[in-house]
């Protein structure tokens, strides 16, 4: 079902149809939430899940739950752009939220965006009201660079136990470095969100593996049974395949953010997960780029929009995962507070403010293993927030 644009009337603003399309057999169990194309210039998760609904309809395999696809930036999408007038995917903060709560019918729409990320908040809210087991998010995203599948989460252990599943590597921390993004709004309404980049914009490839992750979520969410699933090997294998180096787990470690008046330039040639040497000339603006420190390049920018130009991430150990989830389902981050430079800040629940002249050493790294995520430096402080339905 192709989704469109439907005028209510001639003296309203259109009213918008996100259901790409969706799938069940009345049967309970959970429910698969694909957003698609929030990028209005990455088609291939669209096209993706028309595959599988239409492959879904000629089969007479036995389907628990349900899937549903959600286009997310419709507007930009007819255009091929990746947005009109800001990015839909940073458009989810905290102050907009609140605005679409308290207020929908007066939220503003002075710009593209507002309009689309109104109805998409609508259909979002409908589709966890209608569901009737669990309800996990799959956002399904490409990179403007060649790259190999990866996942990206918020670091909940919740994220971290169902993204596991999947034989590809996996990437933490971004919400750190980017405000707004539908997936860490998911998050913090209590439900599993993933996000996946499937390859690179155009390449069939990416369209591929977009549906085989869409066949694994079916699979690991228990909605379809891998041994009658159609090709379940193949799918799982394709994924397997693309990862150059195993299923690593890694952490970002820097963000070049790039504003509307930079003349920001990728040197040509990097893919994601590439090694680089500290002070590596990456890119140039007014002058050369160097990476701050050594590790691995992620999502270089190589397209005329966007604020991130490149990413310097760095690998976990699973040693210290093992670690971070045991300490959280214990709950050290009570004790946390207690500790020499750590306070509550301005006594708001799960908000710890830490003064970097008392507490010096691997700050940032301690707060992460007991769930905490860096929201903001002021100064010589660091405030921290811990994630909500982190277990």
């Known amino acids: 079902m192709e989704p469109v644009i439907i005028p209510v009337n001639n003296n309203s603003k259109p009213k918008l149809k996100r259901i790409i399309g969706s799938y069940d057999q009345n049967c309970t169990g959970t429910t698969i939430v694909c957003f698609c194309s929030v990028h209005g210039n990455e088609p291939a998760g669209k096209i993706a899940f028309q595959r599988v609904i ?12 349900k899937i549903v696809g959600i286009w997310g930036n419709i507007t ?7 947005f009109i007038d800001t990015d839909l995917n940073r458009a989810w903060t905290e102050t907009r939220v609140k605005m679409l709560e308290d207020n929908y019918e007066d939220f503003p729409e002075e710009k593209v965006e507002d309009l689309e990320q109104k109805y998409l908040w609508k259909v979002i809210h409908r589709e966890i009201g209608n569901s009737n087991g669990s309800i996990i998010f799959i956002d399904l995203h490409t990179t403007s660079s060649e790259s190999q599948p990866f996942i990206s989460i918020n670091d909940t252990l919740k ?70 699933m159609p090709e379940a090997k193949k799918h799982y294998e394709r994924l397997a395949r ?3 180096d195993g299923e690593k787990i890694f952490e970002v470690r820097y963000r070049h953010e790039i504003d509307a008046d930079s003349s920001f ?5 990097y893919i994601n997960f590439q090694h680089v040497k500290k002070r590596e ?15 691995r390049i992620f999502m270089p920018l190589y397209q005329r929009l966007g604020s991130d130009g490149f990413f310097i991430v760095r690998e976990i150990k699973k040693f210290w995962l093992e670690v971070s989830a045991f300490l959280r389902k214990r709950h050290f ?18 908000t710890i403010v830490v003064n970097k002249r008392i507490a010096r050493w691997y700050v ?11 929201k903001v430096k002021e100064g010589n402080k660091i405030i921290f927030i811990r994630r909500p339905h982190d277990i």
């Not at 879904?56 to 739950?65: M, S």
């Not at 993204?163 to 539908?182: C, F, N, Q, S, W």
């Not at 000339?281 to 590790?295: H, N, R, T, V, Y």
């Not at 981050?333 to 799960?350: M, N, T």
């Open 364 to 374: 940032v790294e301690i707060f992460h293993l007991l769930g905490f995520r860096r």
């Open 159 to 228: 994220n971290r136990f169902f993204a596991r599943k999947y034989p590809v590597p996996i990437v933490l921390g971004l919400e750190e470095h980017l405000d707004g993004t539908i997936l860490s709004y998911i998050n913090e309404l209590g439900h599993i969100a993933i996000g996946v980049e499937a390859g690179q914009h155009d390449a069939l490839s990416s369209i591929e593996n977009h549906e085989s992750i869409i066949w694994s979520t079916l699979a690991f969410a228990g909605c379809v049974d891998s041994n009658m």
């Open 54 to 65: 239409e492959s879904l309809g000629q089969t007479e395999i036995d389907f628990k739950g």
């Open 333 to 350: 981050h009570r004790f946390i507070q207690f500790l020499p430079g750590v306070g509550k800040y301005k006594e708001q629940d799960h």
């Open 76 to 82: 930009a999408s007819t255009e091929h752009e990746r």
């Open 265 to 269: 330039n990728m040197k040509p040639g």
């Open 281 to 295: 000339i990456l890119a140039e603006d007014l002058s050369p780029i160097g990476s701050p420190e050594e590790g």
């Open 242 to 244: 693309h990862v150059i």
